[in-house]
């Protein structure tokens, strides 16, 4: 068994870019037409994503800045830590597969699991931060030249190709439009309630279950190992 997961509203409770976005950045209302935009078809996930991210660079705040705002305001599901627990005291790997940017999953990680054991455990799969050296400005640098900026569904497939066990189970946990693509390439996908993820797979006939927190996935997990 492999447990992938998304970061962003589905390990951290609040998700990280729309805080940004929202309080340093072209603000909610602005960014949910953007949502709205996405979830229609009318853009691409990658050009509304770096449309709301350019928004706080624009705004004078460094990527630095804006990891000490998260630190101060994203929280961990309460459930993760003792799910990371359970799967590398039963060698299942955990890795986060996300559409946010490693540098910032990285920083709060460090303060949300200080466990070095648990937290080294975690394989990370995300884009990367380029960064402008004369002024400081920055905008994120996607994996690929997909429509999502980076195809998590190909990211899978690389991880498991390099292992021997290629049958085992693979759980996704995710809450969002890019976890769509992650469902093609695991054997069950867990939706987070409430949450965007589950509307587009009744609205595209993808099979899912639904999951409230992580604590919810450790039991899936436990049943299924």
């Known amino acids: ?3 992938f997961t998304d970061w962003d509203g589905t390990v951290t409770l609040q998700d990280c870019n729309d805080l940004l976005t929202d309080d340093l950045g072209m603000g909610k ?20 994503f770096d449309k709301m991210l350019k928004s706080v660079s624009n705004n004078n705040h460094s990527i630095y800045d804006c990891i000490n705002y998260l630190k101060n305001h994203i929280k961990l599901d309460p459930g993760f830590k003792p799910t990371v627990e359970y799967c590398y005291q ?3 790997p955990v890795i986060i597969v996300s559409s946010g940017m ?35 400005t920055w905008e ?3 994996r690929d030249d997909t429509s999502f900026g980076h195809d998590k569904n190909q990211s899978i497939i690389n991880i498991i190709n390099n292992w021997n066990d290629s049958k085992r189970p693979l759980i996704y ?3 969002g439009v890019s976890d769509i693509s992650a469902a093609r390439s695991c054997d069950i996908l867990l ?19 639904e999951f409230k927190d992580f604590n919810e996935i450790l039991e899936i997990i436990k049943s299924t190992i």
């Open 1 to 3: 068994m492999a447990l």
């Open 29 to 48: 209302n602005s960014r949910l037409v953007l949502n709205n935009e996405i979830f229609n078809n009318e853009t691409s996930f990658r050009i509304a």
């Open 90 to 92: 039963n060698n299942i």
């Open 102 to 136: 490693s540098l910032v999953i990285k920083e709060l990680l460090q303060l949300l699991l200080p466990d070095d054991n648990l937290r080294n455990y975690i394989q990370i799969i995300a884009n990367d931060v380029k960064i402008n050296d004369n002024d400081g």
């Open 140 to 142: 994120i640098k996607y």
């Open 173 to 175: 946990s995710g809450d």
């Open 191 to 209: 939706a987070k309630k409430g949450c965007d993820l589950i509307s587009i797979c009744q609205r595209d006939n993808v099979k899912y279950r």
